[in-house]
Nanobody, 123 residues
């Protein structure tokens, strides 16, 4: 079992940067692949980025590739999402989620979710 808590959201101008953090509890954190999802107003939750159990593999949605970087520190039970060159369309609630399977961007695959952190990008 793992519990997830996101932090680091806020208001930023277009072109700016933010780093989101996802803190995990539980001794089996390194057994989970972790992903970030986001949900904008009136939109479905969508995949943003995912990272493998040891952090050696990562993949991104086309909309954030080259601008966002996912990383993890298993010693600290932390996952990060560094967001750069932010755009107004990046405005959403961002969630981290955990599953045993790496490489699946379907929300149905993920068993554990955080409560989300709001990111707002002004133009």
């Amino acid at each position: 079992q793992v519990q997830l808590v996101e932090s680091g959201g806020g208001l930023v101008q277009a072109g700016g940067s933010l780093r989101l953090s996802c803190a995990a509890s539980g001794r089996t954190f390194s057994s989970y692949a972790i992903s970030w999802f986001r949900q904008g107003p009136g939109q479905e939750r969508e995949f943003v980025a995912g990272i493998s159990w040891g952090g050696d593999m990562a993949y991104y949605s086309d909309s954030v590739k080259g601008r966002f970087t996912i990383s993890r520190d298993n010693a600290k039970n932390m996952v990060y999402l560094q967001m750069s060159s932010l755009k107004p369309e990046d405005t959403a609630v961002y969630y981290c989620a955990a599953t045993y399977v790496f490489g699946d961007d379907s929300t149905r695959t993920y068993d554990h979710w955080g409560q989300g952190t709001q990111v707002t990008v002004s133009s």
